[in-house]
């Protein structure tokens, strides 16, 4: 069993900030790629940031700048630092991460998501 498991997410002012983090416990060989999506009501899930096991990232446009992703591979984490957010940031984040599993078979496995309300 592998889970990843997301925090830090909450209601903050356009212009705020708030940093996530992503955790992975269970029984699993390594992680590579992790990445943050997001999903707002009626809308599709998408991309916001990635980033390699060699810690090589990835960004949507509409985040470059403003968002920044990072990981700890001893700690098995991954976090997303949200500057100067705006409305449109608002939905529910996902952490996604590329598990290799004892038996180095690979899995994508998913969070459950954490809420991040930014207000006008």
């Known amino acids: 069993q592998v889970q990843l498991v997301e925090s830090g997410g909450g209601l903050v002012q356009a212009g705020g900030y708030l940093r996530l983090s992503c955790a992975a416990s269970?029984?699993?060989?390594?992680?590579?790629?992790m990445r943050w999506y997001r999903q707002a009501p009626g809308n599709q899930r998408e991309l916001v940031a990635g980033?390699?096991?060699?810690?090589?990232?990835n960004y949507a446009d509409s985040v470059k700048g403003r968002f920044t992703i990072s990981r700890d591979n001893v700690e098995n984490m991954v976090y997303l630092q949200m500057d100067r957010l705006k409305p449109e940031d608002t939905a529910v984040y996902y952490c996604n991460a590329d598990v290799v599993l004892t038996t180095r078979s690979q899995v994508v496995q998913w969070g459950q998501g954490t809420q991040v309300t930014v207000s006008t």
């Open positions: 980033i390699t096991r060699g810690a090589a990232t």
């Open positions: 269970g029984s699993f060989f390594m992680i590579n790629a």
